[in-house]
C-alpha cells in the first residue's frame, strides 16, 4: 500500500531563517506530487506540482521553491522565511501520468509558524 | 484559469439533521468534481467525486449532485453524526486532460450539534 509522509510534524521559526520541508512517498512509482499551502481557516492554495525529478511547475509566486530529487521526494525550500509563510503545509501525490481524475492522496501536513 | 467559490464556509446543523454545501465553478472546460473532509490535524481525504456525465452520486448517507447548465454542484450529507464534524472542500479539474490541476474551493466548517 502507498504512504506519504511530511516532517517535520510541526516547526517555529524566526523571521529570516531559511525553510526545508521534505516529502516522501512509499509503495508507488512516478508519482505526481504537489505542494499545497493552508492558512489558519482557510482553503488549500497549491504552491508547486511535479509530473517528474526534477520537474517543478510554480502556481504562485512567493519566496518558496520546491525541489525533486528524486522521484518519490519532494521538498519545499525558502532562504529567508516571512510572517506571511506560517500556514498548514501539505503535500500530496497522485498517480501518474496526470489525466484530471487522478485522486489525490494527502500527507499529514506541517503546521510552520513564523515568529 | 478555474475558479470554485464555494458556500458557507461554516455550517452547524443538528445531529440527524441534513447538511448541504454549494460549489460554483467558472470553466465550463471542468468536467470532474471530487469533494475531500479535511479532521482537525490532518490532510483532506477524498470521500466522494462525480463526473459531469451523471446529474447525481450517492454513497451511504453522502450524495453530490451537479447541474452543468448553472456550473454549480453541491454535496448533501442526510442524517448527520457527530464524525461528520470537519471541514469540506468541493473541487475541480479537467478530466482528460494534460493540462490542469485540481483547483480547490475555500472549505466548509460543518459542526455537528448533539
Known amino acids: 500500500s502507498q504512504t506519504i509522509h511530511q516532517w517535520p510534524a510541526t516547526l517555529v521559526q524566526p523571521v529570516g531563517s531559511p525553510l526545508s520541508l521534505e516529502c516522501t512517498v512509499e509503495?508507488?512509482?512516478?508519482?505526481?506530487l504537489y505542494w499545497y499551502r493552508q492558512a489558519a481557516g482557510r482553503g488549500l492554495q497549491l504552491l508547486f506540482y511535479s509530473v517528474g525529478i526534477g520537474q517543478i511547475s510554480s502556481e504562485v509566486p512567493q519566496n518558496l521553491s520546491a525541489s525533486r530529487p528524486q522521484d518519490r521526494q519532494f521538498i519545499l525550500s525558502s532562504k529567508k522565511l516571512l510572517l506571511s509563510d506560517s500556514g498548514f503545509y501539505l503535500c500530496?501525490?497522485?498517480?501518474?501520468?496526470?489525466?484530471?481524475?487522478?485522486?489525490?492522496?494527502f500527507g499529514p501536513g506541517t503546521r510552520l509558524t513564523v515568529l | 484559469g478555474e475558479n470554485v467559490e464555494q458556500h458557507p464556509s461554516t455550517l452547524s446543523v443538528q445531529e440527524g439533521d441534513s447538511a448541504v454545501i454549494k460549489c460554483t465553478y467558472s470553466?465550463?472546460?471542468?468536467?470532474?468534481f471530487p469533494w475531500y473532509k479535511q479532521e482537525l490535524g490532518k490532510g483532506p481525504q477524498l470521500i466522494i467525486d462525480?463526473?459531469?456525465?451523471?446529474g447525481e452520486k450517492k454513497d451511504q448517507r453522502i450524495a453530490v449532485t451537479l447541474n452543468k447548465t448553472a456550473k454549480h454542484f453541491s454535496l448533501h450529507i442526510t442524517e448527520t453524526q457527530p464524525e461528520d464534524s470537519a471541514v469540506y472542500f468541493c473541487?475541480?479539474?479537467?478530466?482528460?486532460?494534460?493540462?490542469?490541476?485540481?483547483?480547490f474551493g475555500s472549505g466548509t466548517r460543518l459542526s455537528i450539534r448533539p
Open positions: 473541487a475541480a479539474s479537467q478530466g482528460g486532460s494534460s493540462a490542469s490541476k485540481i483547483i
Open positions: 509503495g508507488t512509482s512516478n508519482p505526481n
Open positions: 470553466d465550463s472546460a471542468s468536467n470532474y
Open positions: 500530496a501525490w497522485s498517480a501518474g501520468p496526470w489525466n484530471g481524475y487522478n485522486e489525490q492522496f
Open positions: 462525480i463526473r459531469s456525465n451523471v
